[in-house]
């Protein structure tokens, strides 16, 4: 069994992976699963609509992965992935963090138990905690929006316990702090920075005790509004991304769409800048959220395979309903 590295060099010289053992040969486990998810969506939309050549290639791919190479028996917990190593690296810590859909993914294939992935979910920590009168049930570690909100792409999770009480609140706490703070849009997830500056940690209360969400206050993501389309929130993601869009000249173009960021705080001396950057991450969330949005695409084809199906059972305690998917749709 393999897994994949987070990135690859396309390029005859040097070799495609790189003349050197670097960091392109980390072999990270989220990256890893969010391939799984995406590969598991497009062999169930190829079967559904008669590609049997695409829905092959899929099911390979696939059948090869192997997450329990990133998994702790001890702890219950997968590593994040180190340089050749998916056994090193910090563990996965956090519920609420983006790594649950690593637990989701490995159960779905088959690669945990049903016990197994009942204490692997249960190894992750996820404490309460209040912003103003919003409770959040299972905190994010650093309040970024993303990991709340990207596993919800794929696990359709709204309509559970966890999207009522962690997803919703959460969502409700990123919009009334920007207001407190007097940003003039909201949105606060890991970002790159205005101009050519670096990628940074963003968030929003609540976090846990000595976690600070903010590292540059007022910076927006555009992304994190997209995000909130597959929320009841959605006319007001709709809304906050019209502002920033309106407001701030450089933040869209009509080619690239929404750059990675924008200073939305006018105290701030570089109130009104963009970041130079077009993340393609950024812009898959951005678009797969829309695709959700106008028809759950992504989940309707996600919930075709039985082990995911399963894995949500099991997960949340309830069966999903989706509208059927038919042979050429």
Not at 12 to 34: F, I, Q, R
Not at 138 to 160: H, Q, R, V
Not at 192 to 199: C, P, Q, R, T
Not at 248 to 274: H, I, K, N, T
């Amino acid at each position: 069994n393999s897994v994949f590295y987070q990135w690859y060099w396309i390029s005859w010289n040097p070799p495609v992976v790189g003349a050197n053992v670097g960091d392109n040969h980390v072999v990270p486990s989220m990256d890893n699963a969010w391939l799984a998810a995406s590969l598991i969506t497009i062999q169930e939309y190829a079967q559904a609509n008669e590609h049997k050549e695409m829905a092959q290639k899929a099911e390979a791919l696939l059948a090869d992965m192997d997450f329990t190479l990133w998994y702790h028996l001890d702890t219950h917990r997968f590593s994040w992935g180190d340089v050749e190593n998916p056994q090193g690296g910090a563990q996965a810590d956090y519920y609420s963090n983006e790594n649950r859909l690593i637990n989701f993914i490995a159960r779905a294939l088959g690669q945990l138990s049903a016990e197994e992935f009942h204490l692997s979910l249960e190894a992750l920590e996820g404490p309460s905690g209040t912003y103003n009168d919003i409770t959040v049930k299972k905190m994010a570690w650093d309040g970024s929006y993303f990991t709340y909100a990207a596993p919800a792409l794929f696990i359709c999770e709204m309509n559970t316990d966890y999207g009522r009480n962690t997803l919703l609140p959460a969502t409700r706490a990123q919009i009334a702090y920007a207001h407190d703070r007097g940003y003039i849009a909201w949105g606060l997830s890991d970002c790159f920075d205005v101009g050519n500056g670096g990628y940074v940690q963003q968030g929003a209360p609540p976090t846990p005790a000595g976690v600070t969400a903010e590292t540059r206050p007022g910076l927006v993501t555009p992304y994190a509004s997209g995000l909130g389309l597959i929320t009841p929130l959605a006319r007001e993601a709709i809304t906050n991304l019209q502002t920033i869009s309106m407001t701030f000249e450089c933040a869209y173009d009509p080619l690239y769409g929404f750059r990675d960021s924008v200073m939305a705080w006018p105290e701030a001396s570089d109130y009104g800048q963009c970041s130079l950057r077009f993340s393609a991450l950024a812009q898959e969330w951005l678009f797969l959220a829309l695709v959700n949005y106008e028809t759950g695409f992504i989940w309707r084809y996600f919930y075709r395979h039985p082990g995911v199906s399963q894995a949500h059972l099991e997960m949340y305690g309830a069966q999903v309903h989706l509208p059927l998917v038919l042979k050429g749709h």
